[in-house]
Nanobody, 127 residues
C-alpha cells in the first residue's frame, strides 16, 4: 500500500529557508504525480507545487521563484525547498500523490483529485 511520510517542518524567521521531505513507499514516481499542498485553519487545502511523472514541475503563483520541488528516484523521496519564507507561508504542509498518465501536462489540480496523503508537517514563519 502507498505510504507518504513528511518531515522537515519547523519554525523559522521570515526570509529563512526550510526543506521538507516526503518519503514514499508503495509507488513509483514514474507512474504518479507528486505534489505539496498546504492548509491553514478554516481554509481549504491549496496546491503549492507538483512534480509530474515526466519530471516536469509547476508552482502556485504565490510561491513561484521561492520554492523548488524535486524528486530523488533512488530514495523514493519528494522534496520541497522553501526559500525567502514569508509569514503567509505558515501552514500545515502535506505531501500528496495520484496516478498520472505519461501524457499528463496539467497543473497542480485540487486536493480531491489526490488519492494518497501524508500526515502533514507544520511550517511556522515568524515576521
Amino acid at each position: 500500500q502507498v505510504q507518504l511520510v513528511e518531515s522537515g517542518g519547523g519554525s523559522v524567521q521570515a526570509g529563512g529557508s526550510l526543506r521538507l521531505s516526503c518519503a514514499a513507499s508503495g509507488l513509483t514516481f514514474s507512474n504518479y504525480c507528486m505534489a505539496w499542498f498546504r492548509q491553514t485553519q478554516g481554509k481549504e487545502r491549496e496546491g503549492v507545487a507538483i512534480a509530474l511523472s515526466t519530471g516536469s514541475t509547476s508552482y502556485a503563483d504565490s510561491v513561484k521563484g521561492r520554492f523548488n520541488i524535486s524528486q530523488d528516484n533512488a530514495k523514493n523521496t519528494l522534496y520541497l525547498e522553501m526559500n525567502s519564507l514569508k509569514a503567509e507561508d505558515t501552514a500545515m504542509y502535506y505531501c500528496a500523490a495520484r496516478r498520472c498518465a505519461w501524457w499528463y501536462r496539467g497543473g497542480i489540480g485540487l486536493a480531491y483529485e489526490y488519492n494518497y496523503w501524508g500526515q502533514g508537517t507544520q511550517v511556522t514563519v515568524s515576521s
